[in-house]
């Protein structure tokens, strides 16, 4: 019994963890359209 209340807690942990992690790296469309779009005139301008 204490062997799966370690393991419950564990997975909520680490889910809560992965939701966190995952919450900071979301960014708008529109900034990675722009990020996108100066990657790509970068790319074409370099000789």
Avoid: I, S, Y
Avoid at 28 to 36: M, T
């Amino acid at each position: 019994m204490k062997r799966l209340v370690w393991w419950v807690g564990g997975m909520a942990a680490a889910t809560v963890g992965f939701l966190v992690w995952d919450a900071r790296r979301v960014q708008p469309v529109e900034e990675l359209a722009h990020r996108l779009e100066d990657a790509w005139a970068d790319h074409h301008t370099v000789v």
